[in-house]
C-alpha cells in the first residue's frame, strides 16, 4: 500500500495563489504517474495535473498557465502550484499515486472566494 498525505488547501480569494503539497510512503519515481484530481460538489472527478515517471506533464485545459504541477524526488513529494484562481477552481483536490493499481489521499478542501 501506498499512503499519500495531502496538505496545503484553503480559503483565497479570487486571483490569489495556493500551493498544494503531496508526500508519499514510496518512492515516487517508482509511480508510472503521480498526479492531481478534483472534484466539486455535483460533479465528477477530474484530472487537474499529472506528471509521469519521465517528468512529463499534462494539464486540463482550464487551467493550462495558471497551475503547475512539480516534484521533489528526494522527499518523496509533488506539488501543484496553483496561481490566478478562480471561484470555479473550489474543489477538493486528491493525489494519485498510479501503478498496477491507483492509491489516493485523503483530499484537501480548496475554496476560492469571490
Known amino acids: 500500500q501506498v499512503q499519500l498525505v495531502e496538505s496545503g488547501g484553503g480559503l483565497v480569494q479570487s486571483g490569489g495563489s495556493l500551493r498544494l503539497s503531496c508526500a508519499a510512503s514510496?518512492?515516487?519515481?517508482?509511480?508510472?504517474?503521480m498526479g492531481w484530481y478534483r472534484q466539486a460538489p455535483g460533479k465528477q472527478r477530474e484530472l487537474v495535473a499529472s506528471?509521469?515517471?519521465?517528468?512529463?506533464?499534462n494539464y486540463l485545459d482550464s487551467v493550462k498557465g495558471r497551475f503547475a504541477i512539480s516534484r521533489d524526488i528526494g522527499k518523496n513529494t509533488i506539488y501543484l502550484q496553483m496561481n490566478g484562481l478562480k471561484p470555479e477552481d473550489t474543489a477538493v483536490y486528491y493525489c494519485?499515486?498510479?501503478?498496477?493499481?491507483?492509491?489516493w489521499g485523503q483530499g484537501t478542501q480548496v475554496t476560492v472566494s469571490s
Open positions: 494519485n499515486y498510479q501503478t498496477a493499481k491507483n492509491f
Open positions: 514510496r518512492n515516487i519515481d517508482s509511480a508510472y504517474a
Open positions: 506528471i509521469t515517471r519521465g517528468g512529463n506533464t
